[in-house]
């Protein structure tokens, strides 16, 4: 069973003089990892959030057992909408935890100490528009 509290760093971030009792067993993977099919009957809104996740950055770091999860948050996710009743906080309590065991949400990346940044390699927006600029300004003068 596990500890309670943060998850803790991975033992190549850990800087510690104390060797733990019991060493991090480590697994080493290789291969594409296999992303679940999408169901067939979900809520349209299930589908579609269960379909963004195939661009979603930190599915990066998932192995088929969370896909596995997803795919079962999804389902979940579609019960609840097509129920036509008003689902109860406990349930929609029940489904966020299960997101959030996935990283879903920013503030959940944040406890994983996980950042996307998809503004890497875009050109600056304003560094763009200053060049546009200059050419006019060279071609006009």
């Known amino acids: 069973m596990g500890t309670r509290g943060p998850i803790p760093k991975r033992d190549a971030e850990r800087r ?75 349930m929609v309590a029940s489904w966020l935890s299960m997101v959030a065991e996935l990283g879903v949400t920013e503030g959940a990346r944040r406890r994983m100490r996980i950042e996307i940044d998809r503004t890497a390699g875009a050109p600056d927006s304003d560094v763009s528009e200053m060049d546009e600029y200059r050419r006019a300004r060279a071609a006009a003068g």
Do not use: F, M
């Open 16 to 90: 510690r003089r104390n060797k733990p009792a019991q060493p991090t067993a480590k697994i080493t993977a290789s291969g594409a990892v296999k992303r679940e099919p999408c169901p067939a009957n979900l809520h349209p809104e299930a589908r579609r959030w269960y379909k963004s996740l195939a661009d979603s950055a930190q599915t990066l770091y998932w192995e088929p057992s969370d896909w596995c999860q997803a795919r079962v948050a999804a389902i979940w996710l579609s019960g609840l909408l097509s129920a036509g009743a008003r689902p109860s906080a406990h």
